[in-house]
């Protein structure tokens, strides 16, 4: 059963800093893996996503990188600014499947 | 609508009463999805409709969670007889195509349940 990690639960870093999220998955027939964005009350902004076949994707200051034969992403967050401030999710799609399988989350405080 | 819209944005119910959540998906959208998310948790597939069909309901947790999309629009997703550990944000999703070749889920705000 596919299961996926997200390390660490919870982040607070100063205004400015480059920051990485860790998403680990246990199954690597994927089919692709997303990162999404969830304010408080809201529901889910999709940030990136990353085809099977695919090893890296930006949107501005943002970085997202796949290896998937060791299960791994990661979401780079350059010069974070208090706006970043929410929990962000990583999320696959396994093969022949459509359905999102979520990790728990990390939750992101940037302080002014 | 521009997005996936769904009501009640809250809803607060006492242990053992119904409940109907809708979902409004955006305009022409083939598929539905509805997942469920607790507390400090990700969120957990419930149900799939293309169109008026339900695909997939592997995900729903007990015989009191039903999902309907009759007209293959709108969706409403009904708990039976709430017991507390119902008490979740349910969230839905729908998807331009069908599912044989993967499309962007687009997500609503979700419903707040709190069951007392």
């Known amino acids: 059963k596919q299961e996926v990690t997200q390390i660490p639960a919870a982040l607070s870093v100063p205004e400015g800093e480059n920051l990485v999220l860790n998403c680990s998955f246990t199954?690597?027939?994927?089919?692709?893996l997303q990162w999404f964005r969830q304010d408080p009350g809201k529901g889910l902004t999709s940030l990136l996503l990353i085809q099977s076949s695919q090893r890296e994707q930006t949107s501005g200051r943002l970085n997202a990188s796949l290896d998937k034969s060791s299960g791994r992403s990661t979401l780079y967050i350059a010069a974070s600014q208090p706006g970043d401030s929410a929990t962000y999710l990583c999320a696959v799609i396994e093969d022949s499947s459509y359905k999102l399988i979520f990790g728990s989350g990390t939750r992101l405080l940037v302080r002014p | 609508g521009a997005g996936v819209s769904q009501s009640p944005r809250y809803k607060v119910a006492k242990r053992g009463q119904d409940v109907a959540l809708r979902c409004d998906p955006i305009?022409?959208?083939?598929?539905l999805f509805w997942y469920q998310q607790a507390l400090g948790q990700g969120p957990e597939f419930l149900t799939y409709?293309?169109?008026?069909?339900?695909?997939?309901k592997s995900g729903l947790p007990s015989d009191r969670f039903f999902a309907e999309r009759p007209e293959g629009s709108v969706s409403t997703l009904k708990i039976q007889r709430t017991q507390k550990e119902d008490s979740a944000v349910y969230l839905c999703a729908s998807s331009p195509g069908t599912v044989s070749s993967y499309n962007e889920q687009f997500f609503g705000p979700g419903t707040r349940l709190t069951v007392l």
């Open positions: 305009s022409g959208h083939v598929s």
């Open positions: 199954d690597s027939a994927i089919y692709n």
């Open positions: 409709f293309q169109n008026e069909a339900q695909l997939d």
